[in-house]
């Protein structure tokens, strides 16, 4: 069946590091690709999205580009701050199913 | 537009209590889900809705009924819980773009726990 794996964490980062978080998927078929975060005590909020191959989704200075030759759809940022510091979760919706990996959380310190 | 609404915010039961979990959206999307969160494992869909009168079971259903009445409304039943049930529920809307579901909108999710 469909399904995301993404990297475990914790990722701790200082401020102003660079931020790569790895997804890999399984899907039949042509899946749109999701970044989700999720901040304490809240619900997930979209982050950003691809729904083609060679798409780049970008928001708030993340991108992720969707690869369907490896199958991938790395989270990045050229410069974290201590406000980006959340649960990343890489999702897929194939067939009316939307399908998440585990999360990733991102500590980062000033 | 309140979005997604999600009631209780938190729910304690005993084993083999019964329970409806509420959710409401007024975006008049079609598309309705309900995932539970436990740690380490991320979102697991339990059921979802494609639009009134119509459900279908997702990655973990059992213990779980579902219904869909209105466009509005998609309440999750639990007819005799369990501890294995406990976890965080989260309920969310979508609607269709270009073909296919796109944004998830969450509501703010049920804390439940099963003594």
């Known amino acids: 069946g469909d399904s995301v794996t993404q990297m475990e964490g914790p990722v701790t980062l200082s401020e102003e590091a660079c931020l790569t978080i790895n997804c890999t998927y399984t899907a039949t078929g042509y899946p749109s690709l999701f970044w989700y975060v999720q901040y304490p005590g809240e619900g997930l909020q979209l982050l950003l999205k691809?729904?083609?191959?060679?798409d780049k989704g970008s928001n708030k200075g993340f991108e992720a580009t969707y690869r369907k030759e490896t199958t991938s759809f790395h989270l990045e940022k050229g410069s974290v701050q201590v406000s980006d510091s959340a649960v990343y979760f890489c999702a897929l919706n194939n067939f009316n199913k939307f399908y998440f990996g585990s999360g990733t959380k991102l500590n980062v310190k000033p | 537009n309140a979005g997604v609404t999600q009631t209780p915010k938190f729910q304690v039961l005993k084993t083999g209590q019964s329970m409806t979990l509420q959710c409401a959206q007024d975006?008049?999307?079609?598309?309705m889900s309900w995932y539970r969160q436990d740690p380490g494992m991320g979102l697991r869909l339990i059921h979802y809705?494609?639009?009134?009168?119509?459900?279908d079971q997702g990655e973990v259903p059992n213990g779980y009924n579902v219904s869909r009445s209105t466009t509005e409304d998609f309440p999750l039943r639990l007819l005799s819980a369990a501890p294995s049930q406990t976890s965080v529920y989260f309920c969310a809307s979508s609607h269709k773009l270009g073909g296919s579901y796109n944004e998830q909108f969450f509501g703010p999710g049920t804390r439940l726990t099963v003594l």
């Open positions: 691809a729904t083609k191959a060679d």
């Open positions: 975006m008049n999307h079609e598309y």
């Open positions: 809705s494609v639009g009134a009168g119509i459900t």
